[in-house]
């Protein structure tokens, strides 16, 4: 990002009013359904990011460097890919519908991940960003619980492998 695209979007985010108070954010209501795919999953990685680092500390309270070599493998695009797996086939037409769009946002693939891997993950990021983006409060927290419980099961059965 260059300054000038900087510059750009802090006078949008950060604009004052006549009294120098800074005034209201210039978009106040985001169609969800509009917003690009890759936004719903940027939204979706921080919302289950927060969760899973909100769980592990009902394990690890003290331990920071554990709890992020913990919580770094759970958000993992091999784990959430694992998880959605799972979770598809009980997904709704809406639901199902938001996956495929972020399956097929076109990204940059980290190494850590395959294509597909990484494709589903942002197909699980995308619907966690749409539901707590249309307040679904309900159905996201069904769903990010089980995939939890999913990476869980998953992380348990591969340590024991080892």
């Avoid at 969800?32 to 919302?47: F, Q, S």
């Avoid at 690890?60 to 493998?73: M, S």
Wanted: avoid cysteine; glycine fraction near 4%; charge should be positive.
């Amino acid at each position: 990002m260059n300054f000038d695209h900087f510059q750009t979007l802090v006078n949008n985010f950060f604009s004052m009013d006549e009294a120098g108070e800074l005034s209201p954010a210039k978009y106040t209501d985001v169609p969800v359904e509009r917003l690009p795919a890759l936004v719903l999953a940027y939204i979706g990685d921080a919302y289950f990011t927060l969760y899973v680092r909100t769980r592990l500390l009902g394990y690890e309270q003290n331990k920071v460097r554990v709890l992020h070599t913990f919580d770094a493998r759970m958000v993992s695009a091999v784990m959430q890919s694992k998880a959605i797996k799972v979770l598809e086939a009980e997904l709704s037409g809406e639901e199902a519908a938001i996956l495929r769009r972020g399956r097929n946002a076109k990204s940059t693939v980290p190494k850590s991940a395959s294509i597909a891997e990484y494709r589903y993950a942002t197909g699980f990021e995308a619907l966690v960003g749409y539901l707590y983006l249309h307040k679904r409060y309900d159905r996201l927290s069904e769903i990010v619980d089980k995939a939890f419980v999913i990476i869980s099961r998953e992380m348990t059965v591969a340590a024991k492998k080892i």
